[in-house]
């Protein structure tokens, strides 16, 4: 363009440069609006949810029987094929070896395992370690909260007996982390998200897991962790194969599956919990894997329990873009399209229904969409109505720090995006009156 620039006119260059300084003033606006987000509720665009009650035939859902054995299935596959993807079904043979066993940890409080799940025959593949806390005066099995930490094993508790993390890691000058592999620096470094000490005390187990141990978080072409196991060759991805998201919760039923056989917790009361990325992980891993007895997404956002059709903080767009890897390639269908989506954050809820299902907020997460988070959870009402289940009445969110509790659970509490003592007392009460 630049090229129609005469040196031998100035006037005629002059308002040809002035054009070409318009029109990419233009673009660069358009670029740039792209690249807004919305945090008005006024500027939210009119939305038409997917009904949640009509099957793809366009008959209606009035049972619990008809929800289960057909529209269930329906809502799955569309997720499946549009969001998360899927891994090959085959069966994995799992092998486990223990790797440390403490029985006086957290003061004497609990009984600490570290536990080493190999998805294959070789020691040196794919495998994740657990930490699985349990009450040393329990007299029976107990129910327990299985979900992924951030951070690595060690960063959950300052106890050197911990083994630090080998797996790869997001480098982070602030706690050590260098060349992708924690140092002691990062232990304790994830402790106010992990209430182990109140759990313990309530009763209840908590196994955790460092969620790069089945999936690198890094869009390393699904070349690593679990996906090595079920992709090989270069042969292009499918549209609906699974991603990062999928990976993890296949990881988080793999746990269950050795936590079956572990008599210290009563694996038909595990309730599953993730924050964030990890918050989307546990909506899911309750979706696909109905076993999980409870589950508690905390401030999951876009992708997980606020509704993307609200176009409300990240979109579609912007987290396909920042995280290439976490969903199938057919998601990228609706970046910058959410209303063509043919489901929404209410029906991934409802796949959990019967089983309670909890969701919260943070006041300041505005990212994550805190009223679009609810929305989901309301909107999803119809199906927990179906088994005679309590949920709630009204579309309007309850103030801060003014928790609601039936069968399903909400909060928005005071304050930023993280897990907080808070968060968990909520958990906790929630699980008391579901789970014991
Ligand atoms: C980013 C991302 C969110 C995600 C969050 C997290 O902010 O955009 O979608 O939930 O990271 O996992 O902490």
């Known amino acids: 363009m630049f090229g129609l620039l005469d040196a031998h006119n100035p006037l005629r260059s002059g308002l040809v440069f002035a054009f070409c300084l318009l029109v990419s003033n233009f ?16 500027k939210v665009p009119p939305y038409t949810l997917p009904d949640l009650l009509k099957c793809d035939d366009g008959t209606g859902v009035d049972s ?37 066993s403490v029985p006086d940890a957290l003061d004497g409080q609990a009984l600490r395992r570290e536990v080493t799940v190999f998805f294959s ?32 094993n060690h960063a959950v508790e300052n106890d050197p007996r911990i083994h630090l993390t080998e797996s790869w890691m997001q480098n982070r000058k602030e706690l050590g982390i260098d060349n992708n592999q924690a140092s002691e620096a ?47 060759g270069d042969a292009p991805r499918a549209g609906d194969a699974g991603g990062s998201i999928s990976a993890w919760a296949w990881g988080l039923s793999r746990a269950l599956d050795v936590l079956e056989s572990d008599n210290t917790i009563d694996a ?27 589950v508690i997404a905390n401030e ?7 509704l993307d059709k609200r176009v409300f903080g990240e979109t579609v767009n912007r987290i396909n873009t920042s995280f290439p890897h976490w969903f199938c390639i057919n998601h990228r269908k609706y970046n910058n399209n ?26 300041e997460d505005t990212w994550a969409d805190p009223y679009g988070e609810y929305l989901g959870l309301y909107h999803a009402g119809p199906a927990f109505r179906l088994f005679g289940k309590k949920v709630f009445e009204s579309d309007k969110m309850p103030e801060v720090d003014s928790p609601l509790q039936a069968d399903v659970g909400y909060h928005m509490r005071s304050g930023k995006h993280d897990v907080t003592d808070y968060d968990w007392e909520q958990y906790l009460k929630f699980a008391d009156a579901h789970l014991r």
């Open 64 to 100: 619990a029987a008809v929800w289960h054995t057909k529209r269930r299935s329906e809502i799955l596959r569309m997720f499946e094929e549009n969001v998360f993807g899927k891994l090959p079904a085959g069966k994995i043979r799992l092998r486990t070896k223990i790797r440390s």
């Open 121 to 152: 025959d070789d020691d040196s593949g794919p495998q994740m370690d657990l930490l699985i806390y349990t009450p040393v005066n329990a007299t029976k099995p107990v129910p327990a909260f299985l979900g992924y930490n951030f951070g690595g």
């Open 300 to 306: 999951s956002g876009c992708g997980g329990a606020a």
């Open 338 to 363: 959410e209303a063509a989506m043919p489901v929404d954050s209410h029906m991934l809820i409802a796949l959990s229904a019967p089983r309670p299902v909890y969701v919260a907020s943070a006041e």
């Open 27 to 42: 673009w660069s606006s358009l670029m740039l609006h792209a690249e807004e987000f919305n945090y008005d509720e006024s």
């Open 186 to 232: 990062s232990r304790a470094s994830e402790a106010s998200r992990w209430a182990v000490s109140t759990i313990i005390s309530r009763g209840y187990g908590l196994v955790t897991i460092y969620y790069g141990d089945v999936d690198p978080d890094v869009d390393d072409g699904f070349k690593n962790g679990i996906h090595s196991l079920f992709e090989k």
């Open 268 to 294: 038909k009361k595990v309730a599953v919990f993730g924050h964030s990325r990890l918050g989307k992980t546990s909506l899911w891993a309750g979706a696909t894997d109905p076993r999980f007895a409870m």
